[in-house]
């Protein structure tokens, strides 16, 4: 139930297509749905975050799209670029208020 | 700019060695995390910290003990270092812990390459 599943693992995107990555979950109490970016050899930022209020959020190129019937969210990367490659967290945050990660998925943006 | 330090990028240690990794924050965050990230895995989380000396066992404590005595600084300590503690360590910091406002981004450091031989 504290699981947050994500997929796919990896993802392969030609320059100027759209990236979907998806998250699902169990825990009906978990209250905030971070996505993180990570670039090699650095930690993971905070790309953009929903709660469970929202069914969507957008900021620039990247939207999340949340299903709170489904207990579902996605990442959606619009017009992606080569500078979008990276590996991308998705996150859930439990009772204890600590974040349950998702196991990330490398994306490839091709030029 | 919040700014969190790892003491090394890479180390190498023998098995059964005392390992310790140093993370300082330079914001005045109240939360402190200690994480592991392997391939597959994702990021489990081994310690955290609301305030200095205390501390709350993550998901995977077992093998490892961490000390806050300052408030910005966070180290976790591999007591007898074993190959299956191999991995990247990563250190994060938040402003708070919860609530409904902001404040729960968490910051991470670079990571710590840890390989045990």
């Known amino acids: 139930q504290q699981q947050v599943k994500q997929s796919p693992q990896s993802l392969i995107v030609q320059k100027g297509g759209i990236s979907i990555i998806n998250c699902a979950y169990e825990?009906?109490?978990?209250?905030?749905f971070p996505w993180y970016q990570q670039f090699p050899g650095k930690g993971p930022a905070l790309l953009i975050a929903?709660?469970?209020d929202v069914s969507e959020k957008k900021e620039g190129r990247f939207t999340i799209s949340f299903n709170k019937s489904a207990k579902q969210f996605s990442l959606h990367i619009m017009d992606s670029q080569p500078g979008d490659s990276a590996t991308y967290f998705c996150?859930?945050?439990?009772?204890?208020?600590?974040?349950?990660w998702g196991a990330g998925t490398k994306l490839i943006i091709k030029p | 700019d919040v700014k969190v330090t790892q003491s090394s990028r890479y180390l190498v240690k023998r098995t059964g060695e005392k390992v310790f990794l140093e993370c300082v924050q330079d914001?005045?965050?109240?939360?402190m995390f200690w994480y592991r990230q392997d391939p597959g895995l994702g990021l489990r989380l081994i310690y955290f910290?609301?305030?200095?000396?205390?501390?709350e066992k993550g998901d995977i404590p077992e093998g490892y003990s961490v000390s806050r005595e300052k408030k910005e600084r966070f180290s976790l300590i591999l007591e007898s270092a074993s190959t299956n503690q191999t991995s990247m360590y990563l250190c994060a910091s938040s402003l708070l812990s919860g609530g409904g406002g902001g404040g729960q981004e968490q910051y991470f450091g670079p990571g710590t390459r840890l390989t045990v031989t």
């Open positions: 996150a859930a945050r439990g009772w204890n208020y600590q974040l349950i």
């Open positions: 825990n009906t109490a978990f209250d905030y």
């Open positions: 929903i709660r469970p």
């Open positions: 910290s609301y305030d200095v000396k205390m501390k």
């Open positions: 914001m005045d965050h109240e939360n």
